[in-house]
Each structure stands twice: as structure tokens, then as C-alpha cells.
């Protein structure tokens, strides 16, 4: 095990590098009897997909999916469903001139002095291309979670560099290469955007994603609380440099009698632990809020080293999102997706014979 | 499994409740050869403890911790180390009132619907109280980071309620109760603690915690970084709602240019990404920021539902630190220790043939 | 984690030597709502107890069992069972002589090669004492696979050294210090036990172990096979030195026309698989048998080394028992519980939604 | 998780049906700059490969494998290693007929009752093509072990149905089809499988592995022992019901006088304990054998039932194997290769700085 699986009882394993021939998954554990086919995959990775607005990275991949295993006749057999999504566009030549060089805010560093080595082309294993693997293996998990409990998973754009969106309607969110949740903000996060990529530089973001219907029960005391869980798995998404639950740093000024969820017969009165008390899901929609830094790799001249320890200068010309964070939205749904399955197969196997005492009058 | 174990080579087992007769862990993975007593635990357990100021709560407990196995002659075997700490001062009679009644941002809502009933006495499995067994295995992980690479991870409280608390000087944050590293605050610190107290409140607060001379290449890529395992341990800790790696939160408004660390011979220019690149970490300090929510048990009454899930009110009036950030430091700091172990030892078992190829000009 | 916990759902952890102040165990996993005391542990702890016939180990151990959290009011609560067995008559002394030699067929070379150096009191970790903790926890998988599918777990000592002992009735196992299943074979293997013993040598055992009233369905393909981990968990007792399921090693020879087990509506005509296929249970009773290798420590002179490498002539004067299989009885119930109930949960987490197509006309 | 993956630091994933698109396995942690290419997988599966002679099935597969990732300009890169084969001689039609029947000895009856249906088509998940994935992590196993430790890992067949085949020289083995030792023997051993196959009946077989060069110290007290972890790996293999390590199940009728190895300052003088004491290796060669049973699909008519639980006969006319065991010898020396890389990294992990104190005088 190198931290390519994760997941205890949904479990997702990855391969696959930016310029190599494939990326691929095995997602171990998926309950049997589940209609699936390729579609279903694809629809969320058409989500994530490169190269459909002018805001993201120009990288032409149909990313199209195929399932090698596990699915038998339009159903899930309860065995590994295998899956690859093929690489179409690599232009290694574009990365002949930063292999010798060490790109700021990049991995570049990490990998060469933890490994030897690296594959540089495209960022190797580093490369946030690798999230194919997460949105297709999200997709199998909204599913069964939508079907079995009512679960819905969404996420949405909050901000974009200094730009705030603010929350207006699910409906907008994927009729804007954004995911923007206000549609009046799309024209000036365009402009903002053009900007940006005229300078040569990038900006960092903030998702929001949600899990309404997730029913109270499910994660575990003490270390595999389910918001711990679900942070290890929006910290290892590319870029991420910061997650929150519920009033997240917001709980940091706020008093005991106003942070604290008051309940009444009929439920909670607010949300401020984001639907997770003790690390147990309460019934409450589970709402989480990432920081994603800007893009390391920008046009704007840096100072570095070579791969001799020399100093240089580097500016990445490849294609590149300018930043990050707008194709992180059906990213982000899809891991919360799987920390939820996972911990929805985990809760039933220790407490199946447990009939939740309480019942909020509704 | 049920979430009370955590790390993959350096493994912490966990168990006990507030008012059940002992807390114990068990530690596996720990290299053979450490010299280790019980006093180098106890150290650690001191700076934890409650009743050390009237700042957090009057619980009297002398955490006198008892190594039970895995050291021999003073030294560690390199078999599992258990240790126990008995409880004293467990007064169960206290929380006869909120037995029957579900506490505002605490866990007695998630436990009894997860597992049908629940151990109502102090909060049972979910008090804070078990963070003396993450000191405890912390202590081991420090002491041996700190022999084998001259690893020093420190922490201290950041925020206080709305008091930002600067850093000033290392060597304050054990000479007052708050863990604050700028003494000239602290009277006002004491002052804003007595109110909080007298009003019957609670408050949130930051702690930081950073990492220094951790070497680099400890991570692993894609979903076992190290950024994302230290998150997961941060969350786990009661009342945690956010954390920050690095830059953090405000790595949204940095532009590319700005955020990433540029780097010369000698070495980087910054440590905007917290001293972890692509999950691997950089060789610069790693730097954590957490988020604490204000305790959940206050004196001032709020709407609640009983057992039966009628409308009551409730306000707690057994023993509880006003505000749990004031004593989160060296739980903080444990978590981090312990998640870098782990990492030391997952990195020199795939890669301990490895010459990192670049050395920087000190 | 260096091999002291087992089990992915149901998890034990272990602790403890010989000649330190206690053993000790964390159950993680276990259903909340179980009625559990500290009497179930010790029922069986007292049949696997040192000092009850002249034929094992004249160590006197009360073996007496602390239940430390995870039980509430009678009912284990869902969270971590923590238990210690305190050890009371180590003798250290005895072993000083043998500290500095390495026995014939026992660990002291190879955890000495491992980790430098060993804790050689009794024989520290390695001891068979440590299974104290395996037949606790197997006592609370016992009794959940008993009162939740109506399990029921058995063995018997089938061979002492080169005499077989068939089986006759389940009712005379517990009437005899040698687990045998027919009591007439008793006065021989008493005088056979204090032939060796006058001899200062030991002999091998047979055990075999049976769970009766498994449903079909629980194991996994393909590394997670129901009998690969009853193999390791069987292989993992002190001294086992072979493992066979259903027809075991006679299946060599078997042809498949006569190995297959034929099916009628009313159920299997036979059972050489041992109640699993494809490693996953048929619903029959799971047989397993094991072979377990003479104690090493004997009075008889042997040759071997001393610490510094030269040779050196052993003879063990310690308390052992001449015969460790004798013994073995309960642990490989305990072991066999531990697994089934591990799977008991692992299929319930994917398969709960699944009702199994067939049913046996019975 | 659902038993599709292990290993702790060496992990091997595997995915694909018999009948489906591919066969296709991950291996996270291999060791970076290990030169790999994927005639190095090749060699291996070629010795697994079915079609090679009369003896064994005649479904026609290249088994070509494919690398997919984590190989960069030929040195492994220290990040996953995913690879594919491709199905290319599925005749599903075969099948039709025992679709809606269960074959004695097979896992029909227990996949369909764990998961509700199940795909039929060659047996599915549960098929033997399955080990492809096993030869091939295998592969990568064997060579860096004997890279970086000098490690041999061979085997071969000892049994055949009732006809003991003694060991006489390695470079037998690889040729003939049984992988016999010795070679006089072979004409007897294609007799008695034409008759066998003549009489469309099967049987069962012994295939010896043995690990020499494998350092003293590898391997976890106390459930994680080496031979714990290679009993588990035997007895995942399809067709497997028994293993023994070293003396077996004659260590029942040894004395411990006898059984013991003695040591000299040279080293051990016999090796009954198989090369691993207290489940730590002790440097001797580590030794394995494990019975098959035979075949299940056979030609004969036997008795069963059919999917709506009424009686049936059943003759399998597929194309099969009439002794599994004959092509097991490079499965069992993948799988032992496996837990030896494992425990090789996960001694590593914990104990790097420890020097072994004892040198034999070689």
C-alpha cells in the first residue's frame, strides 16, 4: 500500500499517469444488484471533463470509460468493478523543457526526492488528471446511495479568487462552466477569468458540496469519525489546502449558545456542525467547504532550481487550468460520495439490528 | 473495526469511556531499541491534564499513566505497547439530569440513534476526556521522531474566542495555562476566560501546530498523502471543524504567482503550501492550522428534546472547560506526531533504497 | 501495525508478555446491545487455563479477566471493549539461565535477529500465554454468533502424538483435561502424557475445530476468502504448523467424482469441502483441522548456540506444557469465532440488501 | 473492501471474470527504480498459461499482459502499477447449460446465495483464470526480491492424484507440463491423466514452494505472522484445503527432541519448523505445501439441484483442466513471493536500524 486505495469497506484503488496510456480504477465492495452500466460513469466524468469551456485546460480527452468487470448483465455482481478511461491527448514534448526543472507549488520536488525519479511528463501520477478515477467511482457510489437512501450529493462554486458567489438555486449550477450557483455572477467570473489567463497567472477557489437525506447514524467514534474521513479525502484532492464542516473557522468566534444546535420535536433549529455530532451523522444535510489553491503552473517567470540543484527561471507554457478549483466541484461530490458509502456499508454491518430510538415528527 | 484504531504502520488502538474505570491504548509498530519509561508519557499527559488552572475544568484527575507491555529494560522491543490510565474522579451522578435529555452540539443525539442507547455518564465514549490516549502514543511518536530525525513539533493557541493571539517566542507556551506564545495577552486572556465563565458560555478557538527539520519525501500520493492523513487525525479530534494546511483558507484570494513557493539553491522562499507538495512533504517546516468549536455543555438553558423526544430545556452544570481549544495544543500536536511516524516508517519501507537526489546549499 | 490485531470488521488488538504485569486486548467492532459481562470471558478463559491437570504447564494463573469499557448496564455499547488479565505468578528467575541461549524451535533466535535484542522472560511476546487474549475475545464472538444466528462453535483433540482419538460425543470434551471427544482413550493418554513428562520430552497434537449453524453466504472472493483467513488465523496459534478445511490433504487423492459434494433439494450429501466453496460458506459446518508441533521447551540436553554465537548445549527447566496442543482446544474455537464473526459483519455491510435465491427443504 | 485485494505494504487489487472483457490487477508499493518491462510479467504467465499441453485446458489465451502505469522509461516509479489481459477465447455458449444448475464442488451454489445471482459464464469471478492477476503481481515480487536480497522462489508438483513425485532437480521443473522434479517419471504421470481425462474424472495434487535466501527477521508477532500471511495466500489459491509449513501435520507425531532444529555457530541442522520460528523467517529456506482438491467440472454425471431448487444431473462439458494442481506450481511461488515482499518491506518499515546481532560462520 503507497496511498493509491482508500475507502474501508467502498474501496477505491487508482492507477494511471498523465501521459501514460491509461487511467484506471477497481472499486472493491459495491453491494450486488445495482443497475450500472458505463453511462453512468460517464455522465459524471462529462462533468469533470477537460476542454469544454475556454476557462479550463484546452486538453482534448473524450474521457470515455470502459467497464472491464464486476457488472453482469446491466447489474453489479458484488465482485471488483474494474474500469479505464484511456488517454487520448498527451503531448509529452510539451513538458521536454520543466523536466529538468522544478515547478513552484508543484510536486515536481516531493516526487524526485522521495522516489529518485519522476515521470514528468504532464506531472506524472501528480497530475490532477488522476480525479477521473475519483469522479467514476463517485458515480457508482451517488448512485447506490440516491437509490437506497434518497441520498443527494451537490456541490457548487463559492468563490472564485476574491469574487464571492453566493448560493441562489441547484438548477444553475450545470448550465455554467463554473458550477456557479448565481447565474448573474457567470459574465463577470468570465471576464475575471480572461484576465487571468491573458496575465499568465492563476487564482485559487472555494467549493461547497452538500449531502441532503444522509440518515443520523452513520460514522464511528473516535478516529474514524465520519468528518475526519471525509476530511483526508477532500485534503487529498489536487490543490486542496484547507476543509471545513458546518461553521468550519467560523466556529472559532462563535459563543457556545450560538453555535450549539438547538432541537425541538420537529428537528434541529440550524446547522452549524454541519450535520456531523461526535463524528456521527445526526440526519442533517452534511455540508463541507474546501480552499483550493491557484494553479502552479502559470506563464508569469519564476525563480527555481534545475535538476542539478542550479538556480534557473521557469514558466509553464503546457495547457494548464487557470484555475483549479472550477472543475472541482463534481470532484469534490464524488469523493463525499464515497466517505458516505463507506461509512453507510460500515454502519450496517456493526449496527444493522439497531432501530434508532428517536424519530423527529415531521 | 469501528474507528478505534488509526495509522497504517504506526498504529494507535484506543478504548474507554469518561466515567468507566480506565482509559488504555495500545500502540503497535513502534521500532525496537527507543528508550522510553512511563515518565515520558506522564510528561506529556501533565501538559494535558485537567484541573491545572480555573481556566478548564475542575475534574481532578492525576492521569497517572502505567506501561503494561512492549518495553523491556527500558527499552521498546518493537512488540505492541499497552498503557492504562485510570480514572479518579468520574462523579456520574453529575449527569443524572442529562441522561434523559439530548445536549445542543453534543454527541448524545448521534450515539443513541447509531447504537440504540448510550453510556450517558461524562459524555461516555465521546468525552474528550480519550485524548489521553492520543498524548500518550503522541509522546512515544515525538521521542522518537525527534531521536531518529530531529523532528520538533510544537503547537499553541492561535485564537481565543475573537482574540487573534500572535506568536511571539516558543518558549512562553508552556509558562501559562492558554498555551499562548505572547505572554503580554494573557492577563486579557484570563480576563476574557472569567467572564465567559461567568455568563455560563463557551467560546472557540485556533490552535497552530508546525513540524520542523521533517525530511522531505514523507508521503504518499494520491489518496495516502500526508496532508490528508494530518487532516483526518485533526478532525478526529472533539470539537475540531476545520483545518488548514499551509496557506489555508486564504490560498483562495492568493494568485498563482503569489502562492507558489518559488525556490534557490539554498532552498524555498516561502511556505505557502505548509511544507507538503503533491502529499509529499517538502523538507520545510509543515504547518497546520485547526479550528475548535465552542464547548457544547454550558450553564445557559437552551430547547432541546428528551428521550421520548418531547420539547424540554436543558443547561449543563457538571464540569467542563469553558472553552476545549485552551488544552487542544498538546492534543494537537500528538495527532501530528503520530501521523508523521507512520509516514517515516511508510517511507523508508518502499523507499529506503532511495539517495534523494538533490541536497539543498545550507 | 506490526501484526498485533486481526480483523477487519470484528478487530482484535493484543498486548502483553509472559512475565510483564498483564495482558490485555481491545475488541473494536462488536454490535451494540449484546448482554456481556466479565463471566462470559472467563467461562471460557478458565478452559484454556494453566495449572488444571498435571499434563500442561504447573504455572499458577487465575487468569481473572477486567472488562475496562465498551459495556454499559450489561450490554456492550458499540464502542471499543477494553480488557486486561493481570499475570500473577511469573517466575523470571527460572529463565535467567536461558536468557543468554537460543532453545531449539523456539522464537528467541528469530525475535532476537528481528529487533536486536528480546524480552527472554518467559519468552516475552512469543509465549502461548498470549492467547489469553484471543480466547477472550473469541468468548464475545461466541456468544453474538450464537444468540444472533444460533452458531455454535466446537472442538476436540483428535491426536496426541501418535495416538488418534476419535470422535464420539461433544459431551465428553469438557469432562477430560484433554478436550478429547471419547473417553475411554482418557487413561492412556494420561499415562502417555506421564511417560513424556518422565522423559523430559514432548509430542504433537492434532485439534479439530467445527462451526456448526453458518449460514451460506459468509467469505469473500478472492484474496478474502472465509478459509484463507481461518488459515491464518489458525496459523497464527503458537505451534501450528499446518491447517486443512473440509478434506484437507486426503483431497490429493480424492477424484473429482467422488471429492465434489453432491446436492439434493434437501441439502449437500456430503461435506469434503468443509462447508465452503469458492470461499465463500455453503451453509454446512465448517470443519477445520490443525496439526501443532511438539513444546520446544524440554528437558532433554540440545544443542545450539549462546548469544555471542558459540555452541552451547539447552535443557529447559521451566513450567511448560510437555504437549502445547493440549491446550489448544479453546483457542482454535476462539480463532474460528473471531473469523466468523468478522465475516458475519463483512457480508452484512455489502449483502444486506440481498435474500438469498435457495432454501434447503428441511 | 471485499476481499479483492492484499497485502499490507505490498498490495495487489485484482479484477475481471473469466468471461468478461479483461483480466487486470494494481500493485501499489512496489519499491521505485526496479527495472520492469512487461516481458518480465510475461515469462511468468507463460509458465501459467493454458493450451500448453493435453494435460491442462484447451481455451486458447495469449495472456498478453499490458503495463498501464507506474513503469517510467523501464525502472518502476514507486506509484501504482496497473496491468490488463485481455480475454480472448470466452465461448459463453459453453455455459448456457450449467447456468441454471449448481456444479458440485463449485462456487455456484455460494455466489448465488451470497449475492442473489450470479454471472455464470465460466464460472465468473470464481473462475482459476483469476490467477493471472497473482502470476503477475508475483512476477514483480520474485524479481525485486531477488534483486535486492538475492531471494529464489521456486516450486513444483509432489503429487499427482496417488503418485508421489520425489524432488530431484530443480532444472526439471520448467521441462515438463507437471512441473515435476523428476523427470523418469513424467510418462506415468501422461498416462494416468489420459486415462483420467478418458474417464472425464479428476483429482487433486501436492505442489511444494520453497523460498531460500530469505533473511532471518521477516515477519510480525503475533497474528501478522509470515506463516499466518502465507497460510491466508495458499489458501486464497482456487482448490486449495490444505497447507502446511515445514514438518506439516507430521509435527504431530514428532518429539519435540526431534522436531526442534539444533543450532551450531554453521546454522540450523534440520529445518522441520519450514524457515520460520515464532512467525518470524529464521534465514533457513522458508518451505510451503499445499493440497489441491480435484476439478470440480467433470464429465461424470452427478447429482445437484437447479435454480428453482428442484433435483437435476449435471456433466460439465466445458473446456477444464483435469487437475487444477498441475498448473498451480507458478501460482503458489506468485502468492508466496507476494507475503515474502510484503513482510520484506514491513520489516524494513520498523526495524531498518537494527543490525541482527548473530552472523552464522559460513
Not at 229 to 238: F, P
Amino acid at each position: 500500500m503507497s496511498g493509491n486505495s482508500f475507502g474501508l469497506l467502498y474501496c477505491v484503488t487508482s492507477f494511471g499517469e498523465s501521459h501514460g496510456p491509461a487511467y484506471g480504477g477497481v472499486v472493491d465492495g459495491c453491494p450486488p444488484g445495482l443497475a450500472l452500466s458505463s453511462q453512468d460513469l460517464q455522465r459524471e466524468l462529462d462533468r469533470r471533463k477537460p476542454g469544454t469551456s475556454r476557462h479550463v485546460t484546452q486538453r482534448r480527452e473524450s474521457d470515455a470509460v470502459e467497464i472491464l468487470s464486476g457488472v453482469y448483465e446491466g447489474r453489479t455482481t458484488g465482485t471488483a468493478i474494474g474500469f479505464l478511461v484511456r488517454n487520448e491527448d498527451a503531448r509529452s514534448k510539451d513538458y521536454a523543457a520543466i523536466a529538468e526543472k522544478f515547478r513552484p507549488g508543484h510536486a515536481d520536488f516531493t516526487y524526485t526526492q522521495k522516489y529518485g525519479f519522476r515521470d514528468a511528463r504532464g506531472g506524472g501520477r501528480a497530475s490532477a488528471r488522476e480525479t477521473v478515477v475519483r469522479v467514476a467511482a463517485g458515480a457508482i457510489a451517488k448512485k447506490w446511495l440516491n437509490e437506497r437512501y434518497r441520498v443527494v450529493i451537490r456541490g457548487y462554486l463559492a468563490e472564485l479568487g476574491a469574487t464571492k458567489i453566493p448560493f441562489e438555486d441547484w438548477r444553475f449550477v450545470d448550465q455554467n462552466p463554473f458550477f456557479a450557483a448565481s447565474p448573474g455572477l457567470v459574465p463577470q467570473l468570465e471576464k475575471q477569468m480572461d484576465a487571468l489567463r491573458e496575465a499568465g497567472d492563476s487564482c485559487g477557489a472555494r467549493v461547497n458540496v452538500l449531502a441532503e437525506n444522509v440518515p443520523a447514524g452513520w460514522g464511528e467514534p473516535v478516529y474514524g469519525r465520519l468528518d475526519a474521513d471525509i476530511a483526508a479525502a477532500m485534503m487529498s484532492i489536487n490543490a486542496v489546502k484547507g476543509v471545513e464542516i458546518g461553521a468550519g473557522f467560523a466556529a472559532i468566534t462563535q459563543k457556545g449558545s450560538e453555535h450549539g444546535d438547538e432541537m425541538t420535536p420537529q428537528g434541529f433549529l440550524s446547522n452549524n456542525n454541519g450535520g456531523v455530532l461526535g463524528g456521527i451523522s445526526t440526519g442533517q444535510p452534511v455540508t463541507v467547504s474546501l480552499a483550493l489553491k491557484p494553479t502552479s503552473s502559470i506563464r508569469i517567470p519564476r525563480r527555481t532550481i534545475d535538476a542539478k540543484g542550479n538556480p534557473a527561471q521557469i514558466e509553464t507554457t503546457g495547457r494548464h487550468d487557470p484555475c483549479v478549483g472550477i472543475r472541482a466541484t463534481p470532484i469534490a461530490e464524488a469523493m463525499l460520495a464515497c466517505v458516505l458509502m463507506d461509512h453507510a456499508l460500515r454502519h450496517r454491518a456493526q449496527c444493522a439490528d439497531v432501530v434508532p430510538p428517536l424519530a423527529f415528527r415531521k
